[in-house]
């Protein structure tokens, strides 16, 4: 392929995707939010992705996850991020592991390996426990807050967890990061007050979800990644 980065190189230069094509990041979620971190790492050239996630594509991703397809439902979205990177990079390292990560399974991941982590998880107790790993890795690490019941993408913010406000999940965050001694994490987080969404009746409750909330906040997670590799900040 002639040089598909041309036009990254045009804003970065070419030492700093260099350094792209050089770094590892992993990304925890698979979801509306770290489908689309996965795609724009992997269109800024990357050179390796670790990708975790024991979730399968279903019908109700198809209104918002980038991985979603009519052809990829059923399939383990790993296997679908994956396939989908080879596609757009075939330059690019990619592994997908099936798994839920959570606080009894914590010891198990290597984060020093990575050059930088991305938390797009909904369960808490794992939000929690990646930070205090990568803190103590001393690998940095971006955070998803809320992305569900919102339909402004442009009440998005990036910023310290410890200057959020409105977002509930946040609120949560800071009082138990605060507790566990992490000093400082950036997050991608809302100020719009969460919608109550219409629940079908026997339906389980589910938050709602739209295209473009959590897809912005995924390319605003990317974007700091790739930003801060390159020291562009």
Known sequence: MENYLQRSEMLYGKDKVDILRRSK????????????????LARSGIGGLDIF???????????????????????????AA?????????????????????????????????????DAIDFVPGKLSLAVECMNANVPLISAMGAGNKIHPEMLELTD??????????????????????????????KEPARKPEIPEGEKFCPGSSAFVPSA????????VVNSLTGEE
Not at 25 to 38: L, N, P, Q, T, W
Not at 55 to 72: G, K
């Open 25 to 40: 990041v992993a990304v925890f979620g698979v979801g509306g939010v770290g489908g689309y971190v996965i795609e724009a």
């Open 53 to 79: 996630d024991n979730d399968t594509v279903a019908v109700s991703n198809l209104n918002r996850q980038i991985i979603a397809t009519t052809e990829t439902v059923g399939m383990l979205k790993v296997e």
């Open 82 to 118: 994956a396939e989908r990177v080879r596609v757009v990079n075939p330059y690019c390292s990619v592994r997908g592991f099936a798994v839920f990560y959570a606080p009894d399974n914590a010891g198990e991941f290597d984060l020093s390996q990575y050059d930088f982590v991305v």
């Open 161 to 190: 967890i410890y200057k959020t406000s409105v977002c509930p999940l946040a609120r949560v965050m800071r009082r138990e990061l605060k507790k566990r001694g992490v000093k400082s994490l950036p997050v991608v987080y809302s």
């Open 217 to 224: 906040a995924g390319l605003i997670i990317a974007s700091y």
